[in-house]
């Protein structure tokens, strides 16, 4: 490809096999979950397989765009796509766990105190639940799942809270050593970011540990478990991946793919990063602190 | 496949690629869009059969095809099928074939993507098929009895035919959400220099605020499910009030989704039809702007309308007024587009060959679909109507002409440019007629039906109903078999042969814009180079 074109031309891949793998390992891993959880012991298996073809699918297609990258096929243009590509997806992130702070928000305020006998309809509550009276946390009028310990913010919460923020700042001064092309400033910063974030992971497994023998906090305790674990859940498993992200990145970085002006892979896992620490300060304090 | 820059050349210089891998690889925008849209029609004709049997039992009170469990299941099938097999995929498809024409660009600005985001689909209709079968073979559980709404507490009880649905749903999701992200970054990166925002055509507007619709809600029905499926299986009580949870929040995760949706399912129709009545009146567009602006306003507020489903479950009276004034405001907007249709042929000259013909009869039919809908918005009155057949006329009315026929339009208007040969206008003509008579004897009589008090999703009735159903469920058979002489007439167009005409570049006389001007078949590869847009 001459240099000319490559300025002017639209960078459009050749046939890729990626997609339709792409297709059978979700379709396998969703099929065999579905027979799993419904006590199908072949389910498991057929997860395992989806899960493997579709970490080879990641890695093959990363591959290749990597190495298109690498050759230089693409322009301004097509750099761009990618920005906006990853800033929508993140935008559809952002109104996933809207959909459970909203819940959050909407058992607290009007789903539970309405069991009270809170409003007009409020009568239903003496014929339902006459001895429920509203709190928070709770387990429901059925106390489902027993007395337990709700989980406070000044523990471990808190020195997660900063674990995030500190990674943070410390993948900010990747890029700054980045864009000032300082190798190993960037390098530095990525382990430390990756540290951070995989100490923040233990910390929340210790943390589950924790409330599960001692507090009694399960995820079959009531409305209070089960918004509390499915917050921090999701959360701690999209860590999980911007950890795996990460990696990647730092694999690359060793291996000096990234310019001054070219490392979109790099800006887009650290958007990321800051949209997964962003989502923690809204949990520490929605549903740990108040 | 290793991929050497030789081929890679070679792929972009000499056309389309042979085979199989043609269509399981593809980066190329015309062959997604046609992938999408036979897939589209493919899940039309199963959607279609499942209504026909629904028809078919209701021809009489009493019960005498099916059980009422499997009656439940095919309504919940069949409103799965069209809204998320066959509606949304053909407008995708349309997207996909028209955008990058229409805006001067070479294909989507990510072909990988897309080309993942039409093959989720049939992995989605793999499950979505499975949790209907699934419960015929032994130790399958229960159908699912819910309609596609799968409310809780119901939804946790059916058997594992739902957790197949809830993976559907994912996967649905997934494929409109890279999609839709797809879309907005090619509108938003890829036009051509010169055209600015507001002169891109009609249709890439529509689907610029349906994809970002559906970035918005889509993930909150995701969420939703997922709290269903956790419900179901590992001991949460979101939706049980025993722990202190409510299903009505499943109601409003639900419609928050479902909401939007019904615009997600309408706006790209509303596209086609601003490129269809310029073309065939004759005449620019009226009030481009204020189209715009309309469908912005029909966006955002149709965002926080979604209780106006929920008028039911005992909302307080702030909420249920708040929810009332909101959905009818929305027909400010939405009459605002009607009027600019009108106004389009306001003294045009007009002929009315089949695509005109659809976009005539969306105006009326739709129209009047909106006027029962703000019937249901009234509060006092939807405690009435709410979950009879008069729901069910009302939604169709606006679905049917709203979303399927603005597609029928797209087809017909856009075929010629896809095949290079223009399908015969006779049969295209036929094809209307008894569509939209079909159309109407079905879902006419079902608002007195509703009126009276017919339940919806409910295998048995009075026999006081009889007669409008009998004559609905007739309508329904010439309406569900005219779809066979669509299917001739597209597989006769894509053939071609000497009975018909070869279509020029500019299909139609009065047609305006980039897609008219390259070749009729387009070549593999188009704008390769940008034009320039003064
Ligand atoms: C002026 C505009 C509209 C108003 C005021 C309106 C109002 C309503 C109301 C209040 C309901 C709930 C009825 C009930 O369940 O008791 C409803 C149901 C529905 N509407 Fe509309 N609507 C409008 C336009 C549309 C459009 C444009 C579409 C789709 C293209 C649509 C599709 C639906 C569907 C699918 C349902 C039923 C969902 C279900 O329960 O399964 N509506 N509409
Ligand atoms: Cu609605």
Redesign the pocket.
Same mark, same amino acid.
């Given at each position: 490809m001459s240099a000319k074109e490559h300025s002017s031309h639209y960078f459009i891949p050749d046939p890729s096999p990626w997609p339709v793998i792409g297709m059978i390992s979700l379709l396998s891993t969703l099929f065999g979950a579905a027979l799993a959880m419904n006590g199908v012991s072949l389910g498991k298996f057929i997860v395992i397989a989806g899960l493997l073809l579709f970490a080879y699918l990641l890695f093959g297609w990363f591959r290749d765009v990597i190495a298109e990258n690498l050759s230089d096929r693409y322009n301004k243009q097509v750099d761009r796509s990618f920005r906006m590509g990853m800033m929508w997806f993140i935008a559809s992130e952002v109104f996933f766990f809207g959909a459970f702070f909203g819940s959050l928000y909407y058992i607290r305020n009007i789903a539970l105190p309405w069991l009270g006998g809170e409003g007009y309809l409020g009568v239903t509550q003496e014929i339902l639940y006459s001895q429920f009276q509203m709190a928070w946390p709770s387990a429901g009028p059925g106390e489902l799942g027993g007395a337990f310990t709700p989980m406070g913010p000044w523990g471990i919460p808190a020195l997660n809270t900063f674990l995030l923020l500190s990674s943070g700042a410390t993948i900010t001064w990747a890029h700054w050593g980045l864009k000032a092309e300082n190798n190993q400033q960037l390098v530095r910063g990525l382990i430390a970011t990756i540290a951070l974030g995989l100490l923040f992971v233990v910390m929340q497994a210790y943390e589950y540990g924790h409330a599960y023998s001692e507090l009694n906090l399960t995820l079959g305790s009531g409305v209070y478990g089960s918004t509390f674990y499915m917050l921090t859940g999701f959360h701690g498993f999209h860590v999980t991946m911007g950890a795996i992200m990460l990696i990647a990145i730092l694999g690359r970085s060793m291996k000096k793919h990234f310019t001054a002006h070219n490392h979109f892979a790099f800006e887009a896992v650290a958007w990321y990063w800051h949209f997964v620490d962003v989502v923690w300060l809204g949990l520490f304090i929605f549903v740990y602190w108040l | 496949m290793t991929t050497t820059t030789m081929s890679h050349d070679e792929a972009h210089h000499h056309g389309a690629p042979t085979g199989w891998r043609r269509w399981l690889y593809s980066t190329n925008h015309k062959d997604i869009g046609t992938l999408y849209l036979l897939f589209a029609l493919t899940m039309l004709f199963l959607g279609g059969a499942s209504a026909m049997l629904i028809r078919a039992e209701l021809f009489q009170p009493g019960i005498q095809l099916i059980d009422p469990d499997l009656y439940n299941n095919l309504v919940t099938n069949h409103?799965l099928l069209m809204i998320f097999g066959a509606v949304m995929p053909a407008a995708a498809g349309l997207a996909n074939w028209m955008i990058p024409l229409m805006i001067g660009a070479p294909d989507m600005a990510l072909p990988r993507m897309n080309n993942l985001s039409f093959w989720i689909l049939p992995a989605a209709a793999t499950m979505l098929i499975l949790s209907f079968v699934v419960p015929f073979f032994p130790g399958g559980g229960t159908q699912i009895n819910t %309609?596609?709404?799968i409310y809780p507490p119901l939804s946790v009880q059916v058997g594992m035919s739902m957790d197949f649905l809830i993976f559907a749903i994912h996967l649905l999701g997934i494929s409109s959400i890279l999609a839709s992200i797809n879309i907005i970054v090619t509108l938003l990166n890829m036009r051509a220099p010169g055209m600015t925002l507001m002169k891109m055509p009609m249709f890439c507007w529509t689907w610029l605020v349906t994809a970002f619709l559906l970035i918005l809600v889509v993930p909150v029905l995701a969420g939703g499910v997922t709290m269903l499926l956790f419900d179901r299986h590992f001991g949460t009580s979101f939706f049980d009030a025993a722990g202190g949870g409510d299903p009505v929040l499943f109601q409003h995760l639900f419609w928050f989704f %479902?909401h939007p949706e @019904? &615009?997600i399912?309408?706006l790209p129709s509303i596209g086609v039809l601003s490129h269809v009545i310029p073309t065939f009146a004759r005449k620019p567009l009226f009030g481009y702007r204020s189209m715009v602006g309309a469908m912005l306003a029909v966006a955002t507020i149709g965002m926080v309308v979604w209780a +106006? +489903?929920q &008028?039911t479950i005992g909302m307080s009276l702030g909420a249920v007024t708040y929810f009332m004034v909101g959905?009818?405001l929305?027909?400010i907007p !939405?009459g605002l587009m009607v009027f600019n249709f009108i106004a389009t042929m306001w003294r045009g000259a007009m002929t009315f060959e089949t695509p005109m013909l659809f976009a005539i009869g969306i105006i009326l039919m =739709?129209t009047f %679909?909106?006027l029962s809908? !703000?019937m249901?918005?009234v509060v006092p009155a *939807?405690m009435q &109507?709410? *979950?009879s057949m008069f @729901?069910v006329a009302? =939604?169709h009315y606006?679905?049917m002409p %709203?979303?399927v026929f603005g597609l029928f339009a797209g087809v017909f208007y856009w075929l010629p440019k896809w095949t290079g040969n223009m399908y015969n206008e006779r049969l295209g003509k036929i094809f209307f007629w008894i569509n939209v008579i079909g159309f109407n004897i079905t879902f006419f009589p079902q608002h007195f039906l509703g009126l009276a008090g017919m339940p919806r999703r409910i295998i048995d009735y009075n026999v006081m109903f009889t007669e409008f159903n009998v004559m609905s469920s007739i309508g329904a058979m010439i309406f569900g078999l005219s779809h066979l002489l669509f299917l001739y007439i597209v597989i006769q167009t894509i053939r071609g042969g000497r009975s018909l005409k070869k279509s020029e570049n500019k299909s139609w006389e009065g047609a305006k814009g980039l897609e008219w001007e390259v070749g009729s078949p387009p070549a593999f590869h188009t704008w390769e180079t940008a034009p320039q847009i003064k």
């Open positions: - | 409103a %309609g596609w709404t %479902g @019904v &615009y399912l309408l +106006h +489903h &008028y959905t009818i929305i027909s !939405v =739709f %679909g909106g809908g !703000v249901l918005a *939807d &109507y709410h *979950d @729901v009302h =939604f606006v679905l %709203g979303a």
